[in-house]
């Protein structure tokens, strides 16, 4: 559990500058850890606590949707407008731009200095706001041909072609805003200050609930407030980032040097990486074009089936890798191998410690999580089967999804682009075939299968493929982590399932109280058993977990 101090902290920024809050949490990720598994497992912390605070919002915003648009026509439309600048922000920015620029911005600080880097760091932005605006301008005029590429079996005509358009030209700006977001996250989490950008997905999720209520009432076609509300959040996104970035140094005056050295770097690495990082992403997109040629809602079943996968991947996963690239970057550029190792494979067992139990979790009380969470308006009961269905099979890949984002995250900290492009081609490939095969006979449970197969081939090939290049031998000690989790987590699954055979589902008519009640007691059931199974076998990552959750200021 989070420490007192955070609960009152996050309360007294909703009144306060928030800038304070956040001070206080970035110092003490900078400061309290000094070495590598320490650092990142107290940076992980302070992203992971960010992290959870916007997917639990995010969580929210996803019931607000539910009930309002159900998963019809009018959500779908807004599902596949809002997926195009989310697809394009996970490609240019937080999958390549932050990832690609990193470890050149890191190398600068450590061998030329801060001056340098802050340089580098402003040559790159004033390329990346005209690029970024070029890029917004082109999406809105093109709008149309991105819904038929996106969303072919929409056709090129009708009323739901037509809301698809609209929405997406009203959301595809968001993509400026949240490309400047990932910038400063790289140049922040390089100077090791992690809160501000963990911070800021908080404000998207505040400004699409905020629309929903206020202004979506208001028009003829209510999803188009939530769409304006994807943009007003993105600008309190960006705008959170600012007062950092000039406290740390960053001047916002443009400087054009196209042929500076770091740049060209910069953009050697990004240029693969937009491909190769955002393999989870282009999966998606396939998966929701060949969804569009489904049974109407499948396209919504799968996208909430995936934002309760990308919960714990969130929290956990994604705050694992965000602040273990800085480290391994540092370690990389001072050609400290044994420390660089040794974070790799610190990363990956706590990866493996939270995904696992988290996915046989969901597996088991995916139905009344599903119920609880989304069921009522104009989400009904079949809804519920459906995206339970998504869920289970998505979960069997959650494992593989996060471990990917690590070993990405270590390539590009060596500034390997090469290899995970190679690997995420396959990938791909594999899983359009996967999904040809599987979405005739499994509908768009196939396609959720199909993606956790290709995503499962694509970790193995990436943590050999490493082991080789590196020639390090770390595969058994994360091999045996790997397994300790795994049986404490089937040690949990099976106290689970017993519990549900013995204590039964309340009724819809119960009321949603009873129904939170008891699942929240089986997830402190299952999160009981699963520490305790963890203390038996012995788990390394059972101490170094307590470091994860951030702690207050001592007094």
């Given amino acids: 559990m989070i420490q007192r101090q955070y609960f009152q902290g996050f309360l007294d920024c909703l009144g306060k500058p928030s800038s304070r809050f956040l001070f206080r949490m970035s110092t003490e990720a900078n400061n309290k850890g000094k070495g590598g598994e320490g650092e990142v497992t107290r940076a992980a912390g302070v992203v992971g606590f960010f992290t959870l605070l916007s997917r639990i919002l995010g969580l929210v915003r996803d019931m607000v949707l539910a009930t309002l648009f159900g998963a019809g026509l009018v959500a779908d439309a807004f599902f596949v407008a809002f997926r195009i600048p989310n697809l394009l922000r996970r490609l240019f920015a937080e999958g390549s731009l932050t990832i690609s620029f990193i470890p050149v911005f890191t190398e600068y600080l450590e061998q030329r200095g801060k001056k340098e880097a802050m340089e580098l760091a402003r040559v790159a932005l004033t390329l990346l706001t005209m690029v970024l605006t070029v890029v917004a301008v082109a999406g809105v005029v093109f709008a149309p041909w991105i819904v038929r590429i ?121 240029l693969p990486a937009v491909f190769g990082s955002a393999v989870y992403q282009l999966n998606q997109f396939i998966g929701t074009l060949l969804a569009s040629f489904l049974p109407e809602g499948s396209i919504s079943w799968l996208y909430y089936a995936d934002r309760l996968v990308q919960f714990p991947l969130g929290v956990f996963a994604i705050a694992i890798s965000t602040a273990a690239l800085p480290s391994l970057s540092t370690y990389a550029a001072r050609n400290d191998s044994a420390r660089f190792s040794q974070t790799l494979t610190h990363a990956l067992g706590l990866v493996f ?39 289970l099979y998505y979960c069997l890949g959650l494992w593989a999804f996060s471990g990917i984002r690590v070993m990405v995250a270590a390539f590009y900290a060596v500034q390997d682009t090469k290899t995970p492009v190679m690997v995420a ?16 006979p499994m ?113």
Avoid: D
């Fill in 150 to 270: 996106q969303a072919w079996g929409f056709g090129s005509a009708g009323t739901k072609y037509e809301l698809t358009v609209l929405l997406t030209r009203i959301t595809f700006p968001y993509i400026f805003f949240v490309s400047l977001v990932a910038f400063f996250m790289g140049v922040l989490n390089s100077l090791k200050k992690f809160a501000p950008p963990a911070a800021a997905p908080i404000f998207l999720n505040v400004g699409i609930i905020g629309a929903a209520y206020l202004i979506s009432p208001h028009l003829s076609q209510p999803i188009v407030g939530v769409a304006v509300g994807v943009i007003i959040g993105g600008v309190f996104q960006l705008l959170l980032q600012l007062p950092w970035a000039l406290k740390e140094g960053m001047r916002f005056l443009p400087k054009w040097e196209p042929l500076n050295p770091g740049l060209k770097r910069i953009g050697l690495l990004m």
């Fill in 425 to 440: 081609a396959f990938a791909l490939v594999l899983n359009l075939i996967l999904s040809l095969i599987l979405m005739g």
């Fill in 443 to 555: 509908k768009h449970a196939g396609l959720a299968l199909s993606l956790s197969l290709a995503s499962s081939v694509q970790f193995f090939l990436l943590l050999a493929l490493f082991k080789k290049r590196t020639g390090t031998e770390f595969s058994s000690i994360i091999m045996g982590s790997a397994l300790k989790s795994l049986f404490s987590s089937l040690s949990m699954g099976a106290v689970l399932y017993l519990a549900t055979l013995m204590w039964q589902m309340p009724p819809a008519s119960s009321g949603e109280v009873a129904v939170a009640v008891r699942v929240l007691l089986l997830v402190f059931l299952g999160a009981g058993v699963y520490l305790g199974a963890s203390k038996l076998v012995g788990s390394a990552e059972l101490n170094s977990i307590k470091a994860f959750l951030p702690r207050g200021p001592r007094s």
């Fill in 353 to 391: 410690f939270i995904s696992l139990p988290s996915l046989v979790g969901l597996m088991v009380l995916g139905e009344p999580i599903v119920r609880l969470l989304f069921e009522r308006g104009a989400f009904r009961p079949e809804h519920t089967a459906m995206t339970t269905l998504a869920l």
